[in-house]
Nanobody
Framework: QVQLVESGGGLVQPGGSLRLSCAAS????????MRWYSQAPGKERELVAA????????SYADSVKGRFTISRDNAKNTVYLQMNSLKPEDTAVYYC?????????WGQGTQVIVSS
């Protein structure tokens, strides 16, 4: 059974940091590219960051470049999103996604609220 379980969300003040984790099971994690998406209330889901299967290449949405860092540990079947200098507009549900040749898996999401 494929599972992606996100954790690490919560309430943080502007300028603060959070580290999201996504633990994968039920598939060969090291063969999948991994992505983090965000979905703010009333908006479409947006790609935030992506990392290749071996972790050698990453990419980011312009809105988070220089503030967020995606990484992965294939030995632990986990992908991370380090979020620094958080802004109120980063408030959203964050989802991790596994992708390989059109096969996609989604987690259930973790809520991030940036507010003073």
């Amino acid at each position: 059974q494929v599972q992606l379980v996100e954790s690490g969300g919560g309430l943080v003040q502007p300028g603060g940091s959070l580290r999201l984790s996504c633990a994968a099971s039920g598939f060969t994690f090291s063969m999948y590219a991994m992505r983090w998406y965000s979905q703010a209330p009333g908006k479409e889901r947006e790609l935030v960051a992506a990392i290749t299967s071996a972790g050698g290449s990453t990419s980011y949405a312009d809105s988070v470049k220089g503030r967020f860092t995606i990484s992965r540990d294939n030995a632990k079947n986990t992908v991370y999103l380090q979020m620094n200098s958080l802004k109120p507009e980063d408030t959203a549900v964050y989802y991790c996604n596994a992708l390989r040749y059109g096969q996609k898996y989604w987690g259930q999401g973790t809520q991030v609220i940036v507010s003073s």
